[in-house]
């Protein structure tokens, strides 16, 4: 158990109400979480370690997750809504159905995501160049493009334009440069 206290801000001293308190099981996990306000949430694991449940304080609803034998997410559920997640034997997520409906993702032999499906039927195809670095993102299957990507000689972005022909990222570099 490790348990953090806090000053009084107005005053001198420690309250005994004030603090962030941490409990843990035996294998090391994170069990019992207590924050400032008095607020608890509890976790609990399976033998394997992966987290099963999560209790919240309040209103916020707890989660239930289960897995496959290799550790990946199947369910994550709340009261009144489940997601489930399926995946191929290579490991890679093909669908997510939940109370909206079902996404799915197609994949081409390389792995590379190559089609994203959401429940209206919309989908958006990925493009890739030889060297298997995305270069576009198509929608609908059309050869209209909802993104499209550039990239100097040593397979760094440099360019990116959306459908209208707009590119995002000088914007990006200039906020990054000014440390925004």
Same mark, same amino acid.
């Given at each position: 158990?490790?348990?953090?206290?806090?000053?009084?801000?107005?005053?001198?001293?420690?309250p005994?109400?004030?603090?962030?308190?941490?409990?843990?099981?035996?294998?090391?996990?994170?069990?019992?979480?207590?924050?400032? !306000?008095?607020?608890?949430?509890?976790?609990? $694991? =399976?033998? /394997?370690? +992966?987290?099963?449940? %999560?209790?919240? #304080? &309040? !209103?916020?609803?707890?989660?239930?997750?289960t $897995? =496959?034998? /290799?550790? +990946?997410?199947?369910? %994550?559920s709340? #009261? &009144?809504?489940?997601l489930?997640?399926?995946?191929?034997?290579?490991?890679?997520?093909?669908?997510?159905?939940?109370p909206?409906?079902?996404?799915?993702?197609?994949y081409?032999?390389?792995?590379?995501?190559?089609?994203?499906?959401?429940?209206?039927?919309?989908?958006?195809?990925?493009?890739?160049?030889?060297?298997?670095?995305?270069t576009?993102?198509?929608e609908?299957g059309?050869?209209?493009?909802?993104?499209?990507?550039?990239y100097?000689?040593?397979?760094?972005r440099?360019?990116?334009?959306d459908?209208?022909?707009?590119?995002?990222?000088?914007?990006?570099?200039?906020?990054?440069?000014?440390?925004?």
């Amino acid at each position: 158990m490790s348990r953090q206290r806090y000053p009084n801000p107005t005053g001198g001293g420690t309250p005994t109400t004030d603090y962030e308190q941490y409990g843990y099981d035996a294998a090391g996990n994170l069990v019992t979480m207590r924050n400032r !306000a008095g607020q608890t949430t509890i976790a609990a $694991y =399976d033998a /394997l370690g +992966r987290i099963t449940q %999560v209790a919240y #304080p &309040g !209103a916020t609803p707890d989660v239930a997750t289960t $897995y =496959d034998l /290799l550790s +990946r997410p199947l369910t %994550v559920s709340t #009261p &009144g809504q489940t997601l489930t997640q399926s995946w191929d034997a290579l490991g890679r997520l093909v669908s997510e159905t939940g109370p909206l409906g079902a996404v799915g993702s197609q994949y081409d032999l390389a792995g590379r995501r190559t089609r994203l499906t959401w429940p209206d039927g919309f989908f958006a195809a990925y493009d890739y160049n030889v060297a298997g670095v995305l270069t576009g993102v198509r929608e609908n299957g059309t050869d209209w493009p909802l993104a499209a990507f550039a990239y100097d000689v040593l397979g760094r972005r440099i360019g990116q334009t959306d459908r209208r022909g707009h590119d995002p990222l000088p914007l990006r570099r200039a906020a990054a440069d000014r440390g925004v």
